[in-house]
T-cell receptor, first 111, second 117 residues
Framework: GESVGLHLPTLSVQEGDNSIINCAYS??????FIWYKQESGKGPQFIID?????DKRQGQRVTVLLNKTVKHLSLQIAATQPGDSAVYFC??????????FGKGTMLLVSP | GAVVSQHPSWVICKSGTSVKIECRSL??????MFWYRQFPKQSLMLMAT?????????EQGVEKDKFLINHASLTLSTLTVTSAHPEDSSFYIC?????????????FGPGTRLLVL
């Protein structure tokens, strides 16, 4: 019979557009946040991280924004490329405790 | 960045057999490694924290007698799925914590896909 599966939120963009992926976290005591990229059949790949004493951090083509007031994290990817297509996970931790992963967002980039 | 490897990358086994998965940190020493499992279209779920030279810490709901973890050296942790059943089929991912000074980064392995027939 037909099975009901979970569907990841999906963001579809055109090549060259800027992408914004959002994440809401639950633990107000979390002080370390990471974005990971996971391509199909592979392990997560570190993209960028940010500590709670900052509200913005920039990397190469990526920017992470942290809003502690509303417990919101976002990842901005500039000039999105087809190679950016993947599932993106945010993760949070409190101190040096274990990471808690968000549900993930699938980014689809059309040429 | 640091490299974490896993072996095998995929394995198919019969129900009732045991499967061992290795996780190695290739260019750093990791006193702490983690084991996750991931079902299709879902997030990573932490199974256990593996500490070198001591017993692993298992998350709630994870059977420690079924998922045996050994962290015998600073670069190797193994996960053994004992008496595997079809419901154990999943993508198993390890990660290793690299600590440099007061900065810690967790690097992930490429994952091991397990299919139990």
């Amino acid at each position: 019979g037909e099975s009901v599966g979970l569907h990841l939120p999906t963001l579809s963009v055109q090549e060259g557009d800027n992408s914004i992926i959002n994440c809401a976290y639950s633990n107000s005591a979390s002080d370390y946040f990471i974005w990971y990229k996971q391509e199909s059949g592979k392990g997560p790949q570190f993209i960028i991280d940010i500590r709670s004493n900052m509200d913005k951090r920039q990397g190469q083509r990526v920017t992470v924004l942290l809003n502690k007031t509303v417990k919101h994290l976002s990842l901005q990817i500039a000039a999105t490329q087809p190679g950016d297509s993947a599932v993106y996970f945010c993760a949070e931790s409190e101190g040096y405790s274990t990471l808690t992963f968000g549900k993930g967002t699938m980014l689809l980039v059309s040429p | 960045g640091a490299v974490v490897s896993q072996h095998p990358s995929w394995v198919i086994c019969k129900s009732g057999t045991s499967v061992k998965i290795e996780c190695r940190s290739l260019d750093f020493q990791a006193t702490t490694m983690f084991w996750y499992r991931q079902f299709p279209k879902q997030s990573l779920m932490l199974m256990a924290t593996s500490n070198e030279g001591s017993k692993a810490t298992y998350e709630q709901g994870v059977e420690k007698d079924k998922f045996l973890i050994n962290h015998a050296s600073l670069t190797l942790s193994t996960l053994t799925v004992t008496s595997a059943h079809p419901e154990d089929s999943s993508f198993y991912i390890c990660s290793a914590r690299d600590q440099k000074g007061n900065q810690e980064t967790q690097y992930f392995g490429p994952g091991t896909r397990l299919l139990v027939l």
